[in-house]
Structure formats: C-alpha cells, structure tokens
C-alpha cells in the first residue's frame, strides 16, 4: 500500500476536485481538458474499486471500457456521483452512480441510474465544450492508449 498511497491521495484530490484541470494540446494539435485524459486513463487502468465497478456496469450497457471517453464523473452527494462517457460510436450518456462511499468496499456494488442517451442534446448542456473536445480526441491516436 505504501507506493499506491501517492496515487491514492492524487486520485481523492482530483475527484475532489483540489487538482487543476487545464486544457492541453495533443501531438494531434487536438484541445482537450486534462479531466477527460485522466478519466479515461483511470476507468481504463485503475485499480480502485470505483473505476473496476464502472468498468463493469459500462459492459452491461454495452459500452467497451477501453474504447469509451469520460467526460466527467464528479460527485455530487453523500452516495452519488453524476457522470457523461462518450462510446466508441460517438454516443454520449449521462448517468448517475450510486454507492455507499462511506462504506470501506461500498464502490463494489454502484450502480447505474438514470443511464440517459444525450447524444442529440448535449450541445445545449454545461459540458457542452468539454464533451465537443473529447470527440475531436477521440479520433486521435492519444485516445486509445
């Protein structure tokens, strides 16, 4: 646990939201937030309970984890998060996770609610920007490793 402990406290900072995100150009010259990057690595490699149990629920919705993008999963209550991926067909859904995080294993059982498809609407939403960016990096070779 001793080496995992920086990327432990690295990780609660940045769903926390003490972590600055920027815009960062790709070698592609593609805009794309730092947020978007880091989701995407963390529901792709992580190792935490939270991202194994996405990863999970994602394949029941029939989204491929390594080929999906997340835009954003940031908690917004005491047993919730509110989420948006984009699937590897240009798709994009917004959901909510519920889970006991107070709970030491409570991310193993989330689920998944009110899995909604935004694809026709999530140009008039707060991620608007966030989410156009995400779809030019999604054709970028960056995105896929």
């Known amino acids: 646990m001793g080496s995992q402990l920086p990327k432990l406290m690295a ?22 937030s730092s947020i ?3 989701y995407t690595d963390l529901l792709r490699t992580s190792d ?5 149990r996405l990863r999970e629920l994602l394949r029941v919705q029939g989204l491929d984890p390594d080929r999906t993008i997340v835009v954003d999963l ?3 209550g005491p047993d919730h998060e509110d989420g948006q991926v984009i699937s590897e067909e240009g798709r994009v859904y917004r ?12 991310a193993r059982s989330a689920r998944l ?17 966030r989410t156009a960016d995400a779809i030019a990096w999604m054709s970028s070779p960056e995105s896929l490793t």
């Open 11 to 32: 990780y609660r900072q940045l769903l926390s939201g003490r972590l600055p995100f920027a815009a960062s150009r790709t070698d592609h010259g593609v805009m794309v």
């Open 36 to 38: 978007v990057v880091q």
């Open 48 to 52: 935490y309970d939270l991202w194994i």
């Open 74 to 76: 940031l908690q917004e």
């Open 95 to 106: 959901f909510t996770l519920y889970y006991d995080q107070a709970a030491e294993n409570g």
């Open 113 to 129: 609610d009110r899995w909604t498809d935004i694809t026709d609407t999530w140009r008039r939403g707060s991620l608007a920007t």
